[in-house]
């Protein structure tokens, strides 16, 4: 949870090729990864990770030496981008392994 928004992976490394050096901030704590995060700087895939807000309800992830795009739900109509850009009525792309709140 980042400023009391739900993020999930979307299965993308991000494309942005110069980024300032300022991290956002820290993962800092966790819970288990069948859980959902409930606190801001939270996840359910570990911590210490440092990240960047992005445009468009989108942040990204430091993990493994790789930038990882994380992106909000629209609950509104229940749907959510799918990784290819398409709208999807289905939730079952999102990994809960990877989200952050």
Do not use: H
């Amino acid at each position: 949870m980042v400023n009391g928004e739900l993020y999930y992976d979307t299965g993308k490394e991000s494309e942005i090729d110069g980024r300032c050096g300022l991290m956002d901030g820290e993962i800092t704590s966790s819970v288990s990864d069948s859980e959902i995060p409930t606190e801001d700087n939270q996840s359910n895939f570990g911590t210490g990770y440092e990240y960047q807000i992005g445009t468009e309800g989108r942040i990204e992830i430091y993990i493994n030496n790789k930038w990882l795009v994380f992106e909000k739900r629209i609950e509104d109509d229940k749907t959510v981008p799918n990784p290819d850009g398409a709208e999807n009525t289905s939730k079952s792309f999102l990994r809960l392994s990877r989200s952050i709140r």
